[in-house]
T-cell receptor
Framework: GDSVTQMEGPVTLSEEAFLTINCTYTATGYPSLFWYVQYPGEGLQLLLKATKADDKGSNKGFEATYRKETTSFHLEKGSVQVSDSAVYFCALSEYNTDKLIFGTGTRLQVFP | NAGVTQTPKFQVLKTGQSMTLQCAQDMNHNSMYWYRQDPGMGLRLIYYSASEGTTDKGEVPNGYNVSRLNKREFSLRLESAAPSQTSVYFC??????????????FGAGTRLSVL
């Protein structure tokens, strides 16, 4: 079945460092891909998405490119801030289905 | 703009007690979902409802029941709580149209402890 694999955390960075969180997926069709973020004590909220190969999703300085050849959707940010400390979830949704499949989440901790 | 509202925010139960987690959305979404979040396991789908009047099992439905009361409300019931059901529960909703895809909006969660 479909699945999402994320790098394990926590990822610990200093402010202004470059961030990469790896995400790879397994799917039978052509899924849409998502990154969700969960701040402490809150629910998940959509960070960015991409719906087809080579699409780049971006939001709040974060970017991820849908790579069909490597089945990946890695999250990047050029300069992280303390306020980016959160748990990040990669997810996929097969075309015309009602469900999201989530990775296990990666905790990011940014120190000043 | 409330979005997805869950009640209660916190709950402590004794083994064998029952309770219902409430969820309501004000975005006129067709699809609604219940997830549980456990450390190291991400979010796992318990039940979902693609439209008013329909419900389907997700990955981990055992020990739970759901009711899609109307388009706005989707409740999750634990008939006889067990310690293994200690978790954080999230409700979500989605328009799930071809135009916007399956973007889900989440509530703030219910933190449940079963002693």
């Amino acid at each position: 079945g479909d699945s999402v694999t994320q790098m394990e955390g926590p990822v610990t960075l200093s402010e202004e460092a470059f961030l990469t969180i790896n995400c790879t997926y397994t799917a039978t069709g052509y899924p849409s891909l998502f990154w969700y973020v969960q701040y402490p004590g809150e629910g998940l909220q959509l960070l960015l998405k991409a719906t087809k190969a080579d699409d780049k999703g971006s939001n709040k300085g974060f970017e991820a490119t849908y790579r069909k050849e490597t089945t990946s959707f890695h999250l990047e940010k050029g300069s992280v801030q303390v306020s980016d400390s959160a748990v990040y979830f990669c997810a996929l949704s097969e075309y015309n289905t009602d469900k999201l499949i989530f990775g296990t989440g990666t905790r990011l901790q940014v120190f000043p | 703009n409330a979005g997805v509202t869950q009640t209660p925010k916190f709950q402590v139960l004794k083994t064998g007690q029952s309770m219902t987690l409430q969820c309501a959305q004000d975005m006129n979404h067709n699809s609604m979902y219940w997830y549980r979040q456990d450390p190291g396991m991400g979010l796992r789908l318990i039940y979902y409802s693609a439209s008013e009047g329909t419900t389907d099992k997700g990955e981990v439905p055992n020990g739970y029941n759901v009711s899609r009361l109307n388009k706005r409300e989707f409740s999750l019931r634990l008939e006889s709580a067990a310690p293994s059901q200690t978790s954080v529960y999230f409700c979500a909703s989605s328009e799930n149209s071809l135009a916007v895809g399956n973007i889900q909006y989440f509530g703030a969660g219910t933190r449940l402890s079963v002693l």
